[in-house]
């Protein structure tokens, strides 16, 4: 059955780096996801974009942004400069925190690829700031260091057949020290594009966040 909340989906600007973003609000939202794209994605990723819209249609708030301007990402050295990526994570969140609509909301990350090593150490240098993390198909284990760090919950949740990257995963596990968790869902790669697998994704950080969301934030 379809949700009847109201969403609204807005283009916005982060500054001080301009940073393109679309923020989406349902009404009476219990936290806001940031989230944090791979390598060569963005704000207009489809994969995140679905995630996102099932977020909000089960009552989150959604920031997907670019975390480096166009002029920037032409040095792919900044793509995987995963300290620059989380200091921009970080700007995010304090944007989000001046912003009337979302100041009071709890706040999460989502992080793909890349982006969820960025997420692991924007999330250990904010602390308590974070509520929850959830990684797709990610490289949690580029946080290195700052994965002993993380004090907010963190589910990992990888392919079945994305074998290498379940290694690093069960490493990166390892090397938390809150309360974690490693999903592997069955039968799906790297990107989750085999009917079904992402929609497993979608129910995983829902459950996720849902539990580590305090209530009444609204």
């Known amino acids: 059955m379809k949700s009847s909340r109201t969403v609204d989906v807005q283009a916005v600007r982060i500054e001080p780096h301009g940073l393109e973003g ?15 794209h791979g390598s060569g994605s963005g704000r207009h990723s489809p994969r995140n974009n679905h ?28 793509v995987f ?47 308590d700031e974070i509520t929850a993390v959830v990684s797709r198909g990610g490289r949690p284990d580029l946080a290195g260091a700052s994965l002993a760090r993380v004090r907010a919950p963190t589910l990992l949740i990888v392919g079945g057949l994305d074998v290498p990257v379940i290694d690093l995963n069960r490493h990166a596990l390892s090397q938390l020290t809150g309360k974690k968790e490693l999903v592997i ?17 979608l129910r995983f950080a829902i459950d996720w966040f849902s539990e580590h969301f305090p209530t009444g934030s609204t």
């Open 22 to 36: 679309l923020l989406g609000l349902s009404d009476a939202s219990k936290g806001i996801v940031i989230f944090a």
């Open 51 to 78: 995630v996102a819209a099932g977020l909000r249609e089960a009552g989150f708030a959604t920031l997907l942004l670019d975390l480096l301007r166009p002029e920037e990402e032409a040095n792919r050295a900044n």
């Open 81 to 127: 400069d995963i300290p620059l990526l989380a200091v921009r994570l970080i700007e995010a969140t304090r944007w989000i925190r001046q912003q009337a609509e979302t100041a009071h909301l709890p706040i999460g990350f989502f992080g793909a690829s890349t982006g969820a090593g960025a997420a692991l150490v924007a999330a250990a240098d904010a602390g």
């Open 185 to 201: 869902v069955p039968s799906a790669g790297h990107l989750f594009e085999e009917p079904g697998t992402l929609e497993q994704v």
